[in-house]
T-cell receptor, first 114, second 118 residues
Framework: AQSVTQLGSHVSVSEGALVLLRCNYS??????LFWYVQYPNQGLQLLLK??????LVKGINGFEAEFKKSETSFHLTKPSAHMSDAAEYFC????????????FGKGTHLIIQP | GAVVSQHPSRVICKSGTSVKIECRSL??????MFWYRQFPKQSLMLMAT?????????EQGVEKDKFLINHASLTLSTLTVTSAHPEDSSFYIC??????????????FGPGTRLTVL
């Protein structure tokens, strides 16, 4: 079975600083990996996804992530944090090509300090 | 992009009653729909997977007789929480995908339904 570990339940950065949210996965087969953002009392919005093409994936709102097989990681970064980035971020893995449900990490709450 | 809606967005019910939540794919045919549950300040947990015209497949620990899932058409799936109790209070989120394409078939998420059982 696959799993996702997100290091840090809360991450605080200053506005304009680098955002780094960590995600490590475990999978016995090549995975599909995702980052989602969730604002309070709302559903999920897809930030970006890795589906076995380029290992450096660019997403919306200036976010990007790099798939590193050797490190089993898929960390999310953004060069300059904005106040509107404050939200809950979830890393997720799928191994069934869309036929299976996603396995989510526990989430990281991103706090942006003014 | 693909849009998935859920109705209602919020529901409050009394203990012992049943509640139905609808999940609709508005601009594509959803061959597969997924139901997730999210407790406050926690992650999403997959409850079940339903393929159009077939019985849903439930994850371990999810009571199929309590959480009835119907996926009778390519655009609609329903989740009925039967004899709801306060511990069923949660945020229920559905997602939908179309498995007709090659490669990865993306899941599109609905906005969620907040269920509160008194």
């Amino acid at each position: 079975a696959q799993s996702v570990t997100q290091l840090g339940s809360h991450v605080s950065v200053s506005e304009g600083a680098l955002v780094l949210l960590r995600c490590n996965y475990s999978s016995s087969v090549p995975p599909y990996l995702f980052w989602y953002v969730q604002y309070p009392n709302q559903g999920l919005q897809l930030l970006l996804k890795y589906t076995s093409a380029a290992t450096l994936v660019k997403g919306i709102n200036g976010f990007e992530a790099e798939f590193k097989k050797s490190e089993t990681s898929f960390h999310l970064t953004k060069p300059s944090a904005h106040m509107s980035d404050a939200a809950e971020y979830f890393c997720a893995v799928s191994v069934g090509g869309g036929a299976d449900g996603l396995t989510f990490g526990k989430g990281t709450h991103l706090i942006i300090q003014p | 992009g693909a849009v998935v809606s859920q109705h209602p967005s919020r529901v409050i019910c009394k203990s012992g009653t049943s509640v139905k939540i609808e999940c609709r794919s508005l601009d594509f045919q959803a061959t597969t729909m997924f139901w997730y549950r999210q407790f406050p300040k926690q992650s999403l947990m997959l409850m079940a997977t339903s393929n159009e015209g077939s019985k849903a497949t439930y994850e371990q620990g999810v009571e199929k007789d309590k959480f009835l899932i119907n996926h009778a058409s390519l655009t609609l799936s329903t989740l009925t929480v039967t004899s709801a109790h306060p511990e069923d209070s949660s945020f229920y989120i559905c997602s939908a995908s179309n498995r007709a394409g090659k490669g990865y078939n993306e899941q599109f998420f609905g906005p969620g339904t907040r269920l509160t059982v008194l």
